[in-house]
């Protein structure tokens, strides 16, 4: 799997948590909470949607990782050893 | 026979559209099934059906809209006989405290199955022409506005005696709940473009408004907050959690939840509804949990006997409840059925929040964000997670006195989280 490839699955999440968010003018280094107003359970559906579609478990303590777009896609990256 | 009838789902709700049967005549039915699927002004609800039995005949299909009330099919119950068809007659049912006008273009007639007889409506207030009652039984159910039509007689010919009426008022019947306003009926939808979407959004925020403007014209209400340290049940659940697969994983609020619906045993009051000025004390404790929609407004379906579910069980039923409210799949009890409501405003929100009452609720619970701040243990000030939790309550109900112990029952129960 490529970074492009996970990159796409991080969106492809983030469209099931915030459908109605346009994400094609997301800056990578914004922070998802706040620009895409996800509260608790809908990071939490994201991180369960990474998880089945990647197979990886993700701790609850490696979220603060994930803050941003790149964060996440370096963090999944890095277990995924890409 | 019974009748399985187009609810009231909010106080201005006129009508609404049959969608789909999720059962044919001849197929059993039972009590708590989903039946039918009906579009409202607000939304698309799953209908429940409170009556065990066979459907019989269905009088409305896909795609008619009628009045709240009509008779959408009928029901053998367990061990009557079949019906002959033409016995079957159409009725349709006063409706239960609505004097308003519909605010929208009002409802097209029923569309009627040929050779069937419409009475028209009665006034509100009046009884279906069916019911035989007899004098007492009607009086108390006007006084606990409870639908006479949804009561079982066991007079003779099936009449409905005083003692049925008090059954149904002991039940926690839905029907009472039914005939207020439950929260969020007015808030659900499917996801839809345009306009459409426009216009719901008007018409949600309408339906709070309205609610929220009776709340706070006829409910007294009273406030009372803590501080609750948090540090015991913070790391229970982060040990919890550090032993489940990710689906399993809980988050804080659901332990806020558990603690709120153990602490209504000892303050049962709390856990009530108004009706024509009497509080009728719920057996069950269905928590509504305020939900934010993703494109404005709120829901706040009902966890059901929240008080008696492990909270595993109880985890997965808020997770199932939240998605469903997202996509617009609740159910008609959901939003019928809450006995008392709980507000959160997530970890990113305020500290404190000033709930207002949800008719016919008599109290409503908030919870700020979950922060760290100095905290004095022993002598000694440490950093700890604090939430603060907010009760706003019915004056004619309970006092501050009672609405103060039951936040400190609140807070005492967060402080043996493996015991929720």
Redesign the interface.
């Known amino acids: 799997m490529t970074r492009e490839e996970v990159r796409q699955v991080v969106l492809r999440a983030l469209r099931d948590v915030a459908p109605e968010v346009e994400l094609t003018g997301l800056k990578p280094q914004t922070r998802l909470r706040e620009e895409l107003d996800l509260d608790s359970m809908d990071f939490l559906n994201f991180a369960i949607a990474l998880h089945e579609a990647l197979g990886i478990e993700i701790s609850e303590t490696d979220y603060p990782r994930m803050a941003t777009l790149d964060g996440c896609i370096d963090y999944l990256a890095t277990r995924l050893r890409i | 026979m019974g009748d399985f009838v187009m609810p009231i789902l909010g106080a201005d709700m006129e009508a609404g559209t049959l969608v789909e049967w999720r059962k044919q005549p001849g197929d059993p039915v039972q009590r708590g099934e989903i039946v039918a699927e009906v579009e409202t002004d607000k939304g698309l609800i799953e209908v429940e059906i409170f009556q065990t039995g066979v459907l019989e005949k269905i009088f409305v299909h896909p795609g008619e809209k009628v009045p709240v009330g009509t008779v959408l099919a009928s029901i053998r119950e367990e061990g009557a006989a079949a019906q002959p068809a033409a016995a079957a007659t159409l009725v349709v049912r006063p409706r239960a405290a609505l004097g308003e006008a519909p605010r929208s273009a009002p409802a097209p007639p029923p569309v009627l199955p040929p050779g069937r007889v419409t009475p028209p409506p009665p006034p509100p207030g009046a009884q279906g022409q069916r019911l035989r009652v007899s004098p007492a039984a009607r009086r108390l159910a006007t006084e606990l506005a409870i639908d006479l039509t949804l009561v079982r007689g066991s007079g003779p010919s099936g009449a409905i005696l005083r003692e049925d009426v008090d059954r149904v008022a002991a039940e926690c019947s839905r029907t009472v709940a039914a005939a207020a306003p439950p929260l969020g009926a007015e808030a659900t939808w499917k ?1 839809i473009g345009g306009e459409e979407r426009i216009e719901r959004q008007k018409r949600m925020r309408q339906a709070i408004g309205a609610a929220m403007a009776r709340s706070k014209r006829e409910i007294p209400h009273y406030y009372v907050a803590t501080t609750i340290d948090m540090q015991r049940a913070v790391s229970w659940l ?1 040990e919890q ?2 032993k489940r ?3 399993d ?1 809980m ?1 804080y ?1 659901i332990v806020l939840i558990k603690a709120v619906a153990l602490a209504l045993r000892e303050l049962p009051e709390l856990n009530s509804v108004w009706l024509e000025g009497v509080a009728l004390q719920r057996p069950s404790v269905n928590v509504g949990v305020a939900i ?1 929609l ?2 404005g407004g709120l829901v706040a379906p009902a966890l059901h006997d929240a008080d008696r579910q492990p909270i595993d069980a109880l985890w997965r039923q808020f ?1 199932d409840l ?2 469903r409210a997202r996509s617009g799949r609740l159910r008609s009890s959901e939003l019928a059925d809450s006995t008392i409501t709980i507000t959160s405003l ?3 929100g305020v500290e404190l929040v000033f709930p207002i009452i949800y008719p016919p609720q008599v109290a409503i619970v908030g919870f700020g964000k979950l922060v760290e701040r100095p905290w004095s243990v022993g002598g000694a000030v440490v950093s700890r997670p604090l939430v603060n939790a907010t009760l706003a309550a019915d004056h004619r109900v309970t006092d501050g006195h009672r609405g103060s112990l039951f936040l400190a029952a609140v807070d005492r129960l967060l402080q043996e989280p493996e015991r929720l």
């Open positions: 996801p982060a959690n550090l697969p990710l689906p994983r988050l609020g934010a993703r494109e997770r939240v998605q997530g970890e990113r």
